[in-house]
Nanobody, 114 residues
Framework: QVQLVESGGGLVQPGGSLRLSCTAS????????MGWYRQAPGKRELVATI??????YYRDSVKGRFTISRDNAKNTIYLQMNSLNPEDTAVYYC?????????WGQGTQVTVSS
């Protein structure tokens, strides 16, 4: 099992940047995949994932603007978000995949508005 705590959300103007953090209650070194999802009114959607070896995946709408990274020493993954636009407004969730189980954080609100 693992507990995940997200932080770094907030209100930002269009074109601005935010960095989200997700800190785990245990070592993430052996966790095969971790990722960020977001949910606006509607279904939750995948934003980006990072594997144990550092391989990454991004949804098309964030490519070139968002960067996912992991720091195993700090048990933390990050999501650097640049050039934010109002369509990025959502609650952002961190997920860890351990075996056949998924673990989620509580979410952090990101609001992009002038």
């Amino acid at each position: 099992q693992v507990q995940l705590v997200e932080s770094g959300g907030g209100l930002v103007q269009p074109g601005g940047s935010l960095r989200l953090s997700c800190t785990a209650s245990r070592s993430i070194y052996a966790i095969d995949a971790m990722g960020w999802y977001r949910q606006a009114p509607g279904k939750r959607e995948l934003v980006a994932t990072i594997g144990k070896g550092g391989n990454t995946y991004y949804r098309d709408s964030v490519k070139g603007r968002f960067t996912i990274s992991r720091d195993n020493a700090k048990n933390t993954i990050y999501l650097q978000m640049n050039s934010l636009n109002p369509e990025d407004t959502a609650v952002y969730y961190c997920k860890a995949e351990i075996g056949s189980d998924d673990y989620w954080g509580q979410g952090t609100q990101v609001t992009v508005s002038s």
